[in-house]
């Protein structure tokens, strides 16, 4: 069972930058992918990112393609999603997850508790 725990959130004005971080324990042989999701208010949860653990291929949102980025530190089982040049569309309730894929989206079966990011 793996455990994930999300944090960096936080308020930034348009045009800034945050970044997030995703720290795993435990162990599971059904993942071999780490996400980013988010969720708006009123909206469904969007993919957002992804990593795969393996080969370091990435995938992104055409949404946030050319501004935020994904990777990762294998020795601290930590991912990171840098977000520059940040909208108030960005803001979200962003989730870390890990699943399977096959070098796109990553396909979730775990879940950290999430962290808010709020754009103004």
């Known amino acids: 069972h793996v455990q994930l725990v999300e944090s960096g959130g936080g308020s930034v004005q348009a045009g800034g930058s945050l970044r997030l971080s995703c720290t795993a324990s435990?162990?599971?042989?059904?993942?071999?992918?780490m996400g980013w999701f988010r969720q708006a208010p009123g909206k469904e949860r969007e993919a957002v990112a992804a990593i795969y653990t393996g080969g370091g291929t990435t995938y992104y949102a055409d949404s946030v393609k050319g501004r935020f980025a994904i990777s990762q530190d294998s020795a601290k089982n930590t991912v990171y999603l840098q977000g520059n040049s940040l909208k108030p569309e960005d803001s979200a309730m962003y989730y870390c997850a890990a699943g399977l894929g096959r070098g796109g989206y990553c396909n979730p079966n775990s879940w950290g508790q999430g962290t808010q990011v709020t754009v103004s």
């Open positions: 435990g162990y599971s042989t059904s993942r071999n992918c």
